[in-house]
């Protein structure tokens, strides 16, 4: 992570309608000075290791980390394992007015699923805090993500982006009752498109920001198991303009359009 930005306040213009109290915009690191680094961490319940290799030539960057943890969860069948990669690649030539990011990863995860407790039976020595009512039941996850933003540069003022999004998360979980094992498979597919202009200069002699853009996303679920799918189309139109009065004091304005099909 390079920096993590807090805005305060509605966000629901740029960032969609669940940016209504504020937005948090975690910036991942794009490369760096070229170097390599090594991490490891222990605790009462497992241990994590993670290792990060940074390469910069010229105008490329290149970032490349794996983080994998082991945990062995405070509650019986409640242990915890992942593994992750994560890929950064950016393209940006100083004399060149276009650039282009690439981010990739992928994540793999299995965990027990010991279940709730009921408090009576604690109270009553049935079972203890850290035992389980399902020992047997697992699961596993695999996510898959891919951005690619490719950006242009219209004059000093003006860029234009576009940003391609792909995600897909495959989960699976075994659930045993009375000996007899229920397995649980779900597939999900979110696929985006969002391109963005934005303009930034002087308006009657005070900085002024105008962005214009659309976020187009298809969501599709898809139940294995149970042989159901279900799939949601989404297609928003923002304009949001950022105007500075005096200096540090900025008045926001803007307006969403969007539309949803099920």
């Keep these: 992570v390079e920096r993590i930005e807090v805005l305060r306040g509605g966000g629901s213009v740029l960032y969609g309608d669940n940016a209504s109290g504020g937005v948090i915009n975690i910036i991942t690191r794009r490369g760096g000075p070229s170097g390599l680094t090594l991490g490891a961490e222990s ?13 910069q030539v010229g105008d490329l960057r ?5 983080a994998y943890g082991d945990s062995r969860g405070y509650r019986d069948n409640g242990d915890y394992e992942y593994d992750n990669v994560h890929l950064s690649l950016s393209l940006t030539p100083a004399e060149a007015p276009w650039g282009v990011a690439l981010q990739a990863g992928q994540t793999h995860e299995t965990y027990g699923l010991p279940g709730a407790l009921n408090l009576n039976a ?10 389980t009512f399902a020992p047997d039941d697992r699961a596993e996850r695999d996510s898959t993500y ?5 950006s ?27 000996g007899s094992p229920f397995p649980v498979k779900d597939r999900h597919v979110l696929t985006g498109v969002s391109p963005e202009l934005v303009h930034s200069g002087d308006l009657f002699g005070h900085g002024n920001t105008l962005t214009i853009g659309m976020d187009q996303q298809v969501d599709e679920l898809h139940s294995i198991a149970n042989r159901t799918e279900a799939r949601q189309e989404m297609q928003d139109y923002y304009l949001h303009d950022s ?13 969403r359009l969007a539309q949803v099909d099920y």
């Excluded at 290149?62 to 794996?66: D, E, I, K, P, Q």
């Excluded at 105007?243 to 307006?255: P, Q, R």
């Design 43 to 55: 605790d009462s319940y497992g241990w994590r290791n993670h290792a990060s290799l940074r390469y």
């Design 62 to 66: 290149l970032s490349l980390s794996n």
């Design 122 to 131: 604690i109270n009553s020595g049935v079972i203890n805090r850290r035992g």
């Design 146 to 150: 891919v951005t690619l933003t490719p």
């Design 152 to 178: 242009y540069a219209i004059g000093s003022e003006t860029t234009l982006r576009l940003g391609l999004s792909y995600r897909e998360r495959l989960a699976a979980a075994e659930y045993v009752f009375f």
């Design 243 to 255: 105007f500075e009065v005096v200096d540090g004091l900025f008045l926001d304005g803007g307006y």
